[in-house]
């Protein structure tokens, strides 16, 4: 057999491929770590939906979360001061890259807690609202 | 009434898996997992190591398939991300330097007198092994595979022509009886 004839010769052995009697557990393997991996962003979708959910409501009310019960002031005065601390902490963050890239100027501590809480809000929304696409493509 | 998924075509299925159809994508795993696993094997990978790189390369598939537009074939497409993944892991544990001596040896046959090619491909060095599988059996022309590797193309040029005959020498297939006892996956 030439060259000629056996390099196309070997390009259809390399197309053939064997039975492998374990496909299906291969195939099932993938779709699970597909699944898997889908879940995961539905959760941190959710996760951050909750979240944004929860500082949108503490934002409008003006009020501290009441987790019910006289006993869970205490609890709720935390979560209070725990997502004040975040937005603070986040506040600087945004503050320095802002900084890195030469918007300095743009100081977001100007802008009203309100104009915060819309754009936060309205970030959250698109991330809730991709998410619900998402996982009504997959159902 | 919607159309089996049996029945539809691989850049169908590749454009609905693109816009997040898991089941569709799962239909051209089941359709080619077993080619991209075997190329993996016959680049010199071991079963398991081959297994996972194939998931690896299928779930990398999943995510850019929007990428693929139907110009050459799915199990094509899905092949070279693989080898690229696998190229990767030899490039990282420097692998493809090692040189596995092989004796000669009669021409290989299955039982049945079918030209093995898995067989055969086990006469060849890792480095001969690798590129005449890279480019016979995920279609990768030698300077991409230069490039993949890290290495001359006069050298990749080299390992596949040895390669090849190396195979040539040991397959010696005879027209009737070759290319039997597979199945087409293309």
Known sequence: MSADEFDPFVERLFARTPAMPDAALFTARVEQRLQKGSRVRFLALSLAGLIGGAVAVRETMNVDIDLGARDGVVAGDALGQGIQSASLNIQSSVQYGLEQVGLANLELGSMGGMQLFWIAAGVLIVAAAAGVMKLSQEV | ?186
């Open chain 2, 1 to 186: 009434m919607t159309q089996p998924l049996v029945d539809r075509h691989d850049v169908e299925l590749a454009a609905l898996a693109a816009a997040g159809g898991r089941r569709e994508f799962g239909e051209l795993v089941r359709r080619h997992g077993s080619a991209v696993r075997a190329l993996l094997r016959r680049m010199g990978a071991q079963s398991s190591l081959a297994d996972d790189i194939a998931q690896d390369a299928f779930i990398q598939a999943f995510q850019r398939c929007g990428e693929f537009r139907g110009e050459g074939t799915f199990a094509a497409w899905v092949k070279r991300i693989a080898a690229r993944l696998y190229i990767k892991r030899v490039a990282k544990e420097s692998r493809y330097v090692a040189e596995i001596e092989t004796e000669d040896a009669a021409p290989v046959t299955d039982h049945a007198g079918l030209v093995d090619l898995d067989e055969a491909l086990k006469a060849l060095s890792e480095p001969e092994r690798l590129c005449v599988s890279l480019c016979h059996g995920a279609g990768m022309a030698h300077p991409e595979i230069a490039s993949a590797l890290n290495l001359p193309l006069g050298t990749v040029k080299s390992h596949v022509k040895r390669g090849l005959d190396k195979l040539r020498a040991r397959l010696q297939p005879e027209p009737a009886q070759s290319l039997g006892r597979t199945q087409h996956v293309g």
